[in-house]
C-alpha cells in the first residue's frame, strides 16, 4: 500500500478552513443555550391566551430561534379559525396575533358556533369552549336574523366594540307593534 499525501494550494487550504470553521460554529450554536429562545410574548390576543398561541406555533423557551422559520409559525397559528392574522418578530419571539371580532354564540344542532362580525361562524371545538363568556348568548335568531345582526355590527364598528359585546350575557330578538298614538 501506498500512501498518497494530498497536497492543498493555499486558496485550497483557506476555504476548507473556512468550511469547517462554519460547520464548528453551526454545530455548537445548536447545542448552546443561546440557540434557545429566551423572550416569548404575545400581543393584540384577546381570546386566545399567551400559552394557547404558543401551543398552536408550537414554541417554547426550548425552541431554536432561527432554526425555524416566522412563516411556518404565523401558518401554524393561522390555522386557528379565530385568528385573522400573525406577525412573528424573531428579536424576541413576539406573536402579533390579529383576532377576528365575535359578535355571539348561537347553538345548532347540539353544537356551539361563534358569529363574527364579517358574517362568518365558527363551530367552537371543546377544548376552546370558555371563550364563550367573553360574547353572548344569540337566543332564537335565524340565519337571515343573523346576517342582520353583522351587518349592523360591521356598520357601526365603532360604537359596537369587544368590550362593549363582553358586556352582554344575551341577544334576542324582540318585536313589538306600535299603535299611532
Same mark, same amino acid.
Given at each position: ?21 462554519? $460547520?464548528?460554529?453551526? #454545530? ?16 393584540? @390576543? ?11 406555533? @408550537? ?5 431554536? !430561534? ?6 411556518? %409559525? ?7 379559525? #379565530?385568528? =385573522? ?15 377576528? %371580532?365575535? $359578535? ?5 344542532? @347540539? ?12 363551530? !367552537?371545538?371543546?377544548?376552546?369552549? @370558555?371563550?364563550?363568556?367573553? #360574547?353572548?348568548? %344569540? ?8 346576517? =342582520?345582526?353583522?351587518?349592523? #355590527? ?16 344575551? !341577544? ?10
Amino acid at each position: 500500500m501506498v500512501k498518497k499525501k494530498i497536497k492543498l494550494t493555499i486558496k485550497q487550504t483557506i476555504i476548507f478552513s473556512l468550511v469547517v470553521m462554519m $460547520v464548528a460554529s453551526i #454545530f455548537v450554536y445548536y447545542f448552546s443555550t443561546d440557540s434557545h429562545v429566551k423572550v416569548l410574548s404575545c400581543k393584540n @390576543n384577546y381570546y386566545l391566551s399567551d400559552s394557547e398561541v404558543y401551543d398552536l406555533a @408550537n414554541v417554547s423557551t426550548k425552541t431554536r !430561534i432561527y432554526l425555524m422559520p416566522s412563516i411556518i %409559525l404565523e401558518k401554524r397559528v393561522e390555522k386557528m379559525p #379565530f385568528v =385573522q392574522s400573525c406577525d412573528v418578530s424573531k428579536r424576541k419571539l413576539t406573536f402579533n396575533v390579529q383576532e377576528k %371580532l365575535t $359578535v355571539g354564540y348561537y347553538v345548532k344542532d @347540539n353544537k356551539n358556533y361563534a358569529l363574527c362580525q364579517d358574517g362568518s361562524s365558527i363551530e !367552537i371545538d371543546e377544548q376552546y369552549l @370558555n371563550m364563550i363568556v367573553h #360574547f353572548p348568548l %344569540l337566543s332564537n335568531f335565524n340565519a337571515k336574523q343573523r346576517k =342582520q345582526l353583522c351587518e349592523q #355590527f360591521q356598520k357601526h364598528r365603532k360604537v359596537l366594540t369587544r368590550e362593549l359585546i363582553e358586556k352582554f350575557a344575551e !341577544i334576542v330578538p324582540y318585536k313589538t307593534s306600535y299603535d299611532k298614538n
